[in-house]
Every structure is written in structure tokens, then in C-alpha cells.
């Protein structure tokens, strides 16, 4: 039974998993724990016998079709069908395949090999893999790979890491959180990135602090275990407890589609003695009541616990449920001047009310200042809104014309000639009639009859320029007047480069590999590490003081990771604006001033076609530049990492523009290799 | 409202259109016929007035906003989303893109544009493009090849072509349904196939004949449209109804996932004048209540159509049910010797009923055979399974033995690991014991302890020998004993030219084109033309008389493509297999002699790379070969057309495998050029 009963709620979090002891009998397990009232949604259980040994087997003497079943268990038990949604299979501990003891390395390959064909066999969902041993896991690595590589169906490898170190763990080793992470990260590159590798955080300390997560921000965590023993009971009171750090922690992964797995299980310091009593030990407490006395609690502490703080805690308004469906999710970037927008588009544009009343409070403040309150009677401003669409602008500047008591005259430009029947009709309604003139023409050709005291337009792309307002604004200059306004006054793109595995898998695994990460991807980063702050790019300002002013810039950035977490992997760069409409009113999408409750512009992601590992203190250096070429508008990128120089073609096209992004960057370490 | 009111019918079919004149206002439209109780759930209009010319706005003066809005529609009325439901757009009628009055020409690519970008700009599903007109078609072709092209959304072009020629038509050009079918051929040839092409098939005729439809099948006929004129009313009874023959095509089109659209506009012969005064005439019956009392006796006569011949009108079982869902969808064929199966195909191939009744009857004939009644008690027959799986045959077997009161000996051979454990389960229950010895190994390396006298096999894939059936049982050969017996003792591979427009569009669309095309697909093909009888390919016996005996084979087949339909297009070649199990006991695929209800084998279709277009009385010649060579099993065709060679590289890869098959192919025409 998912942790809450409520349609409206899809998200995978809701589901929550046991992970319990190796039993020969699965339809008992679920039958347990999931069926009769068990109160978990599937089961995370060894796939194998923990005694198996597959040395073992051969030294017992002559084959024997028994000794070679290791699993001892029939696929029909249960039915396949509950095989695959309700179980996910648990490599053997006990496997490692960079022992320097080589029959263990030979056993772990072979028990390896087999325990995955199984759970291919029965189309399992995931298996969970052991976390790696000691200091080397490249033989590890090179099997799962070889594994996630050849098998053509979407099973997933989750890597179990632990999240601090092991309570009483007498291994020395590993201190800090960012050395798990390390770990993890090796074993991911050394997979290529492969999207069907994931990491099963487990959370051994029963107070973890939250700095701990820090790494973890921007990774495909996909499930969180948590341990039975870190419940604990209050003053005598019988239902079970979390502490307040863990709490927090889990309500983070609750709202970032992250499964909790509650265990039962002791990984460390596990003999085979000791795995031997506890396997028989499940048979004992097998017995259906006592199971759930025991585990009840923890599932209902859990499930009011999501109540309080899961992705439907607080009520979402609608625009909320639809950002929620495209978190992390890429879309293209339009091409602006080719494609045939879309009536639905301009529809969704317009109704983000908070982009309006913005743009009116700038209108207003532009007209008291253009017009005295004496002169109000007198004088007409004349007001060019440019690209009217379905009028929301022009609308707007009526509203401003008559909240402040100033008399205007209105040109409606639009190039496209689909939005103008609706146009046509709204100018010969009341409001709009005798006031607004309409046009159809590109802005940039236009012959104006009179000149315009205000220019109102709404061109910005997510990355300010990028949908060539600075080129079509410098056209409408022709006919603003020497003292003219232009709403917007200014706008200046934001760049800051972060770890988002999700988004950077989701650009690799497409189709036609190279040629996405060649382009920039619309996105709402959600799961994602900030790795430095925001830093500003371009600035582009209206009118400009000389219309022969180049629209080229170019601009080195230096950004430096901070301390904490020490090391980090850059997936690319996000980029945001930030425009100021009129003196202090600004609109824009830069974290540190966002405006509030505006739905319409997502993150520009510039994805690196090889991510890069950057260290505490080390500089990531980003050159861009925009240049105006003859047909393009694109971004290339190099990165020189440690002298070393990849190159990183990049191109975004724009088609029927002319100009074009570059960008350059690499990264110097402080401290020597990384 | 939807032809029937069930949610299990999820066929595109169960929708019925309205086609009907322009009217400004679609608000009106879409209230009149679709939501307030009209009863339709479309309806099918011109984008733009009928009266519209862009010459003639040009002509009158000076430019107007007003003259260059022919739409005279806003995209907000009614709300985009309802365009996009329920709207399908009609090019206008007039618009001849090849006219030799050259102002007629460049208005009508003015025009045309102007719609399609019309179209877009709404999201529409898709527009109906008017029959091409006269004896040339090419620069529309062209045209409309353009917009598909270029477009990069998901609208589709539907061209409309009669299905006869119209009643009362003066234009003689055109006679037989074949012409018709040859404009939409050579159409589609011009615009390479475009998957966004479909045909939206015009029934003029009050009284079509059944073999009208022959050149249809195949088609992707996405709509029907019949006429109001074509019910009619019986003995003075209000309400209306269709020609027998007029209700089998329509009892066709419902379980071909056509949908049905009826039209109140009269097409052909329609001057300007006419034109507006239908226009007018609209406004008239627009009343809701007379639009009602017009055309609900229509749509409720073919409600109780769709009640009677619709998809579900009889009631289907759940292997029918799962069955519709896959029809004429593609799926890569799978690779023996290489991927993990599964243990769910284990589970749906061993519930496929039938075929074990006829291997129980094949086995129980081989037994009867082996030993008379006389020495049914002292005789113990040995019987190998081979590839036992779940143990399907080894039950069948021992039942057979049951019901014929033979003793059995079984040896269950089993080369996958995972199978094992639940084999090893049945292997100590009663019946079994003592009886079935398990066996993992794969057959062709065993060292059987005795011969045997019955080897029983299922290895068939869906062209008998494409699963290397041949190579595995002469492996198993060597411990049959000499006049031992071999359940299957023959299997046969067929072959037949198709055309199925879907199946090769999808093929063709897949992501990587060529290599998509250069291998075979599983398909249940429904919508399909089979253009000649099939003919036997290769035949495989066993037990073969030597072992050394080749299974490389070589055949030439010669289709000759029959006198009705006049011409078609073939798309590629269906494979089917017939096996013999025991004497008379069959089992297979081939149409002829289908088994009935065995589902398990689907067909296998081989894609040519380019269609090629056959004419009535052609020979359509293909060469085989299945070619026993280091690594691959493949087939590679060439076709010759006309004596012009067109190389089709057509190789389809098993990887593990050491065969493969050619194919060559090529059509010579009697009465030359097609």
C-alpha cells in the first residue's frame, strides 16, 4: 500500500520498499510484507543463497543439477508478473571482484554473472549492488558495465553508498560524506554515465547532519535506506521515531522522487556464521503477526510522515502540478523567425499574470514620468507595442494609460499573420477602438507613420537575447524618439555551471547523440547542485546610444568552486536574465531575484559533452562570445582541463538569424590532480 | 458523443465527423453539431470563405487588413483547445496547384500555403486536401511534400479520392476505381512516402460494388466519407438508412480503425455562385433545432451499425483482445543463441493451448505406431524433450503416454540455467518421478546415456527454420535412434508479396532508416493486400537420411500478380510456415491451412527497401537463398525493375548463428511500362 492513498499524487516516492533476509519461499516474503496487509509496496531480497560459494559447488565432487541452483527458487513462485512488481533483487554481499584472493575473485565473477541472469530472466525492475570494497573497484566496475552494455532491457543497477560512515564501522578508510561520493563517482565514469546506473543511498548513522547531502544534490539518487535501528521510541511511547535530521532528510528525497527503503538487515561485519543464524532467524519471525508487530510501526511513522512533508503536503496551484510533470525534463530550444508558433503558445504566454502586471507597472511609472499631471489633458503619448501577439501588451498599456490618467495612442505591431483575426476583432471593440491602430509588418521593416514616445515589447528568451530581441529592438529604434523609452530599458544574461546527472543523461541517451549536445535544451532544473554562484554575462540596453553599436560581446568567467563538497562533477552550465523593464521594476529568472510566481521562462541548460570533476578551490574558466555572423547563432565550447584540451563543439543553431554563441572553458585546479 | 459508449473500445473508429460548409463563426459549428447533443465528435470545414481569391484582395486596391484576412475567423473562437479536438480543416475545393490558367495557379499556391499555415498555427490533427484535378498533379504533389517536410509537427495531410467515380459526373477521365487508386499511388510515390499522408477515401456512389474496395486493402485509409444523400428512407419510415452493399464497406472500415465521417456538402460541379448560395444557406439551417432533426437520423442509424458490426460487436477473448492491440505494429525479431529469455515468454508461449493438443495427438500416433497393444506393458519407449523450458512437452508426453497406456522413459534437456529450478521442482512431484531425468546441457554437446526412440522439439519460429530448428536437430540426431522418429518430422517456409502501407511507413520511420529496413519484423499484419497465393520455400525433414545432407537451399519463385486489383504497390513479403508433426497431425501459419487459434506465431515480414509498383498479369520473381557461411544468417535481396537494377541490401543479422539467407527479386511486366 503506497504511502498515500491519493491519485492525484504520481510520484514514485510514494512507493516504499523492505529490504529483508534471503528466505527460500519469495511467495512467502511478499505474502508477508506485501500482500496480507504487510504495508510495503515491494521487497528488496537476496537473490541467491548467502552460503552459496560457487567454488563450493565444484569442490563438493561430481556436478549435481541441485548443488548448480543456487537461487532455489522456482520462477513461477510467485507468478512472474509479481516477480517484476514487487521485487528488486539483491546482489550478494559477500561478492568482490577486485579481491587480491582469487578464488574469491573468480567465485564473485561467476556468482555475479548468474545472479544478474536471474534477475533478467524474471525481468526485474533493479537490482541492488553492493557497495565497493576496499580501495579498488575496477574489475567491479567493468563487469556492471559490461552487464548495463550488453543487456538489451531497461533493468537498472542501483550502487548501494552509504551516505556517513557506518556506525562502529572499524574500517578506517573512508571519513568524510565526499569520499562515498568519490567513490560513486569513479564508478559512474567508469560506466560511461550509463542511465541505467543509479545510486541506493544508505543512511547508516541515526544523525546525520545535513551537510552530508551535499554531495548527493544533482545526483540520480533513486532510493534511500533507512534502518530499522535508527527508530527509535519516545518516553515509553510505543509507535516508532525518527530524529529530526533524518527527518529532514527524508523529506528531501520524498519530494525528489527518491523511494525509502526501510531495512532490516545488518550489512557489516556479516560472517557466514552469522548470516546463517539470521537467514534461519527469518524462518522464526516469518510468522505473519509477528512480522507485523515488528515492522507496522516504522510503515506508519513513515506514512504520516509523508502526509507532513511529501510532494502534496501543501496544496499546489495548477501551474505547480504542471512545472512538477517537467522537472529535469529537456525540451528543445525554438528556433525564433521559423517555425509557426502556436495559438496555444501565445495562449500560455498570456495568462502568466504576474509577467503583465510587471510590464504595467513599468508602463505607469514610464507615462507619470513622460507626462506631468498638468499636461495630462494634453498630451497623447504614442506607444508602438512590438510582436502584439494576441494583444496582452496592448491591453496592458491601456490599463496603464488609464490607471494614471494619460491619454495614449496605440500601434499594434505584428509580423505573423495568424493572430490577426482575434486582433482584428479586439479593435473594434470599445475599449480598443479609435485608441489602437494595427499592423502587419516584421518591426524591423516598418515604415512608421509618426514617432513613439514608449516601445513595448516582450522578446526575451530564457537567456535574454537569445531570441534576438537586441536585433529586432535596434530595427524598431528607427522611429523611437531621440528621449524614447524602451520597456524593456535592459536585460543581461546569468550563467553558473552545475551537476545535474538526470538532465545530462536525458541529453546523452537521446537518439542522435552528439547533435543534442550540441545545441542548449529548455529545461527546470530541480534535481540539481549550484556549484558556484550566478555570474553575469551580456548586457544588452534600449535604445543604445548609437544604433551601430555591435550586438557582439565576448566575456571571460571565472568561477570558484567553493569549499563544500570538496569535489564535484560539472554536467554544464544553466543560464538565466535578468531585465530591467522600467528604472527599478525588473523581471527575470536569476535565483538570487527571481520574480515570484512567473511560470513562463525554464533554464537555458548548455550541457559539456564530456562533464568535468572540479575540486575545492579550483577555477572553472568560461569564455563566451556572441558574434554576428552571416547565418547562425550558436555556442561552441572547449574545455581545457589540466592543460589537457578537449575540444567540445557546440554549435546551437539558429537558422534563419545572424549571430553566434562561442564558448570556451576550462578548468585549473589549486591542489594538483583531481 | 462516440458511436458506442465503451470504454474497452479504445478504436479510433468508434468516432464519427460531420463535414459541412464554411460559417464564420466556429463557436456556432462546433455548438451546433458537437456539443449540444449533435452527436458528432468532429467536424470536418473550410479553413477559409469560399469566396476567397488572394488575387482578388490584391486587385481591389490598396492594402487592408481586413481583405487580407480570409480565415475571417479568430484562432480564440472557440479556445484553441477545442480547434485541436474537434476541428479537422478542409483546403479549399478550389485550389488547383497544376491549373494551366496561370492566376488560378498562383492564387492557389497562395492559398494553400495560407491554410496549411492557418492549420498550424491551431494545432489541428490534421486537413483534408481536395482530389487532384485532371491529368497532372505534380506541382501539388510537390506542394503538399513541401509542407510535410518542412513541418515539424505531428498534423497529417488526409487526400481525398474517390472511392467510384462520382454519380452524374460529366468528367469521363476517370473509370475505374483502379484510376483512382493509381492518383493516390503515384501521389504518394511523389511525396516519398510521407507517414503524415493518408487517404481520407470518398464514397460518391449510392450503390458501390464490394470489389471496389480490392485496391484499398493495404491502404492507410484513415477515413471514410459517405454522403447524405446516400440513405435513404424505406417504406415512407422516417428513419434513414444505407444500401446493403454501402454497409459492408462501412462494417469493413469500423474494424480497420477507419473512421467514419458523413458529409451534407456537395462536391464536384460547385460554381462560386453555388458556392455562396450553400454558404448562405448554412446560416439558415444553423438553427440547432432544424440541423438536428436534419442529421441525427443519420448518425443514430450508424450508431446501430457500429452496435452490430463494430470491433466489439462480437465478444472477444482476452488472447483476441491482446491481439488487436499489436496489429500491424512492428517487432524486432529475436536473436536465438543470444539474449536471456524471459521467464513471462516461457509462461506465454506454454499457454498457448492448441499447440500442445497437437503435439499430444502427434505423440500419442507416434507411440501407437511404435508399440502394438500386445506389447504396451513390456516395451518402455525413450523420449527426449528437447529445450524443455517449463516442461510443456514433457507433460504433453507424459499425458500421451497415459491416454495410449504406453510406458515412457523422459529425458527433459534444458540448456538455460534458469528454467532449472522450478523443472527441478516438477522433476520430484508423483507424476514425474522416476520417469523424467533433467538434463542442463544444450542438445548438441550431449552425451546421451541411450538412444532414443521419439525426439520432441518446439523450435519453430515463425518461418519455420528461422530459429535454427534445422541446425539444433541435427545436433539431436545423433542419438536418435535409426528408425527413431522426430516430432516435428517436417516444416516448410512460405512466402507471398504484400503491400501494407502501415507496416512498411513504420518501418521506414523508425530511427535508423536503413538499418531498420535491412532486417525482418515479427507483425500480426491485419490491414494488408496479399497480392498472390503463397508458395512453399525451403522444406526441412527429420530425421534426415545423412546428417552431412546441407541445410543450405536455394529457390526461385515466380508470384504471378493476379487480374484484380489492375495495379498495386508491394511493400515487402509476409513468411509463414506449415510443420507436420506426425503424418497428418499439422501445425502452422500458412493462410491456407492456418491452425486455428494458436497465437503464438506471429508473421514474419521482410521490408523492401523501395516499394515496387506491380502490374496485373506481372511476374513478380524473388530468388532465395539460406546459405550455411562463418557468423551471420541474413537475407540480402537485389530487385530488378524493368531491367533497371536496384541493389536492396537487405541483410538481417542473427548473431550467434552460422547461416544466411539472400533473397533477389524482380518484376517483369507483360504489357511494359507500369
Redesign the interface.
Known amino acids: 500500500m503506497p504511502l498515500v492513498d491519493n491519485e492525484k499524487d504520481t510520484s514514485r516516492s510514494k512507493l516504499c520498499g523492505l529490504e529483508t533476509y534471503f528466505n527460500k519461499s519469495m511467495t512467502h516474503i511478499l505474502g508477508a510484507n506485501v500482500f496480507i496487509d504487510g504495508g510495503f509496496d515491494f521487497v528488496v531480497v537476496p537473490l541467491m543463497s548467502p552460503t552459496y560459494r560457487p567454488s563450493l559447488v565444484q569442490q563438493f565432487g561430481s556436478f549435481s543439477?541441485?548443488a548448480?541452483?543456487p537461487?532455489?527458487?522456482?520462477?513461477?513462485?510467485p507468478?512472474?508478473?509479481l516477480?517484476?512488481d514487487h521485487v528488486i533483487g539483491k546482489i550478494s554481499e559477500w561478492i568482490d571482484l577486485d579481491s587480491p584472493d582469487e578464488m574469491v575473485r573468480k567465485d564473485s565473477e561467476t556468482a555475479f554473472k548468474?545472479e544478474l541472469?536471474?534477475a533478467?530472466?524474471?525481468?526485474l525492475q533493479a537490482c541492488i549492488l553492493p557497495t565497493p570494497k576496499g580501495n579498488s573497484w575496477t574489475n567491479y566496475a567493468r563487469c556492471a558495465n559490461q552487464f548495463l552494455q550488453e543487456?538489451?532491457k531497461e533493468m537498472q543497477l542501483w550502487l548501494r553508498i552509504p551516505l556517513v560512515k557506518p556506525d562502529g564501522d572499524s574500517v578506517e578508510i573512508y571519513r568524510t560524506p565526499d569520499d562515498y561520493w568519490k567513490i560513486w563517482n569513479s564508478f559512474r565514469l567508469m560506466c560511461d554515465h550509463n542511465s541505467k546506473l543509479l545510486v541506493a543511498l544508505d543512511n547508516w548513522s541515526t544523525m546525520p547532519s545535513e551537510n552530508s547531502l551535499n554531495s548527493w544534490y544533482g545526483e540520480p539518487v533513486v532510493t534511500f535506506i533507512i534502518h530499522t535501528n535508527s527508530f527509535f521510541t519516545r518516553d515509553g511511547d510505543n509507535p516508532k521515531h525518527l530524529s529530526e535530521g533524518l527527518q529532514k532528510l527524508i523529506a528531501y528525497f520524498l519530494n525528489h522522487f527518491t523511494q525509502i527503503i526501510i531495512s532490516e538487515v545488518q550489512l557489516f561485519s556479516e560472517s557466514i556464521s552469522e548470516v546463517q543464524h539470521n537467514y534461519r532467524n527469518v524462518d522464526a519471525i516469518s510468522d505473519e503477526a509477528s512480522r507485523r508487530r515488528h515492522l507496522l510501526p516504522h510503515i506508519h511513522y513513515l506514512r504520516s510522515l509523508y502526509q507532513q512533508v511529501g510532494p502534496l503536503s501543501s496544496p499546489l496551484s495548477l501551474q505547480e502540478h504542471l512545472q512538477l510533470a517537467v522537472r529535469d525534463v529537456i525540451q528543445y530550444t525554438s528556433q525564433p523567425f521559423k517555425?509557426?508558433?502556436?495559438?496555444?503558445f501565445y495562449?500560455r504566454q498570456e495568462s502568466d499574470k504576474k509577467i503583465y502586471m510587471m510590464y504595467k507597472s513599468a508602463i505607469c511609472q514610464a507615462l507619470l514620468d513622460r507626462v506631468p499631471d498638468e499636461k495630462a489633458s494634453v498630451i497623447t503619448i504614442v506607444l508602438v507595442v512590438v510582436d502584439a501577439g494576441?494583444g496582452a501588451l496592448v491591453k496592458t498599456s491601456l490599463q496603464a494609460a488609464k490607471e494614471t490618467g494619460r491619454k495614449l495612442k496605440v500601434y499594434a505591431v505584428e509580423k505573423?499573420?495568424?493572430?490577426?483575426?482575434?486582433l482584428?476583432?479586439k479593435c473594434n471593440e470599445k475599449d480598443w477602438k479609435d485608441i489602437v491602430t494595427?499592423v502587419?509588418t516584421d518591426v524591423r521593416y516598418w515604415n512608421a507613420p509618426e514617432k513613439a514616445d514608449i516601445l513595448v515589447s516582450e522578446l526575451l528568451g530564457s537567456f535574454g537575447d537569445n531570441k534576438l530581441a537586441p536585433e529586432c529592438l535596434d530595427g524598431a529604434q528607427r522611429f523611437l524618439k531621440e528621449d524614447g523609452i524602451s520597456i524593456p530599458s535592459s536585460y543581461t544574461s546569468f550563467l553558473q555551471p552545475v551537476k545535474n546527472a538526470n538532465l545530462y543523461n536525458s541529453v546523452k541517451g537521446g537518439?542522435d547523440n552528439i547533435l543534442r549536445l550540441e545545441t542548449t535544451f529548455n529545461t527546470r532544473m530541480y534535481n540539481v547542485a549550484r556549484l558556484a554562484p550566478c555570474q553575469p554575462l551580456f548586457t544588452f540596453t534600449h535604445p543604445k546610444r548609437s544604433v551601430k553599436e555591435s550586438n557582439r560581446r565576448y566575456k571571460k568567467l571565472q568561477f570558484v568552486i567553493p569549499d563544500d563538497p570538496e569535489s564535484a562533477i560539472v554536467h554544464g552550465f544553466a543560464g538565466y536574465f535578468d531585465a530591467t523593464l522600467y528604472k527599478d521594476v525588473h523581471l527575470g529568472t536569476e535565483p538570487s531575484k527571481a520574480t515570484p510566481d512567473v511560470f513562463s521562462w525554464e533554464q537555458l541548460f548548455f550541457p559539456l559533452r564530456e562533464p568535468i570533476c572540479v575540486q575545492r578551490g579550483s577555477t572553472l574558466e568560461a569564455h563566451f562570445w556572441r558574434c554576428c555572423g552571416s547565418t547562425k547563432v550558436g555556442f561552441r565550447s572547449f574545455v581545457v582541463f589540466h592543460r589537457i584540451s578537449f575540444h567540445i563543439s557546440f554549435l546551437h543553431l539558429y537558422s534563419i538569424s545572424c549571430i553566434s554563441y562561442f564558448m570556451f572553458s576550462f578548468v585549473e585546479s589549486k591542489t594538483g590532480l583531481v
Open positions: 543439477i541441485e548448480s541452483l537461487c532455489a527458487r522456482s520462477d513461477l513462485d507468478m512472474p508478473y516477480w517484476q548468474q541472469a536471474w533478467s530472466y524474471l525481468s543487456q538489451p517555425e509557426i508558433l502556436e495559438s496555444v495562449q494576441h505573423n499573420l495568424n493572430p490577426l483575426p482575434y482584428y476583432k494595427l502587419q537518439g
